[in-house]
Nanobody, 115 residues
Framework: QVQLMESGGGLVLVGGSLRLSCAAS????????VNWYRQTPGNQRELVAA???????NYADSVKGRFTTSRDNAKNTVYLQMNSLKPEDTAVYYC?????????WGQGTQVTVSS
C-alpha cells in the first residue's frame, strides 16, 4: 500500500524558512515525479514545485528563487526547502505522486507565515 507522509510544517515569521519532508512507503520514490501542491480555504490546490525521477525541477513563478525541492533516494523522501517566506505562502502543503494508475496524496502539513 502506497503512503505519503508530509512533515515539517509550522508557524514561521515573514522572511523565515521551513523544510517540508514527504516520506513514501510502498513505492520506490526515486522512480517517480513528485509534486508539491498547496491549498488555502476556498481555493483549488496550486502546483508549487515538482521534481522528476531524473532530478529535473520546476517551480511556480510565485515561489521561484525561494523554494527548492530535492530528493534523498536512500531515505525514499522528497524535500521542499522554503526560504524568504511570505504571508501569501500560508497554506496546507501536500505532496503527490502518480503510481499504479492513480494519484496518491499525503495528509498535508500546515504552513503559517506570520507578520
Amino acid at each position: 500500500q502506497v503512503q505519503l507522509m508530509e512533515s515539517g510544517g509550522g508557524l514561521v515569521l515573514v522572511g523565515g524558512s521551513l523544510r517540508l519532508s514527504c516520506a513514501a512507503s510502498g513505492i520506490i520514490f526515486s522512480a517517480k515525479t513528485v509534486n508539491w501542491y498547496r491549498q488555502t480555504p476556498g481555493n483549488q490546490r496550486e502546483l508549487v514545485a515538482a521534481i522528476t525521477a531524473s532530478g529535473t525541477t520546476n517551480y511556480a513563478d510565485s515561489v521561484k528563487g525561494r523554494f527548492t525541492t530535492s530528493r534523498d533516494n536512500a531515505k525514499n523522501t522528497v524535500y521542499l526547502q522554503m526560504n524568504s517566506l511570505k504571508p501569501e505562502d500560508t497554506a496546507v502543503y501536500y505532496c503527490n505522486t502518480w503510481a499504479y494508475n492513480r494519484n496518491y496524496w499525503g495528509q498535508g502539513t500546515q504552513v503559517t507565515v506570520s507578520s
